[in-house]
């Protein structure tokens, strides 16, 4: 589609906003992506203790 520029924020720019909309105490960290040239995607699912 000649989209490959923007690739990355169409398809790994929404994974963060989708795990808070899912669930607000999970939060995506990610440095990098296959999408922008990097080997691998890193990234790591968190969610908060229950206090």
């Given amino acids: 589609m000649g ?3 923007i690739g990355h924020i ?3 720019g929404r994974d963060g ?3 808070t909309g899912y669930n607000p105490k999970i939060s995506l960290e990610r440095t990098q992506t296959i ?3 990097a ?3 890193d990234f ?3 969610s908060e203790e229950e206090t």
Wanted: glycine content about 6%; overall charge positive.
């Fill in 3 to 5: 989209l490959a520029e």
């Fill in 10 to 12: 169409l398809s790994c």
């Fill in 17 to 19: 906003t989708f795990c």
């Fill in 35 to 37: 999408m922008q040239g």
């Fill in 39 to 41: 080997s691998h995607c």
């Fill in 44 to 46: 790591r699912y968190r």
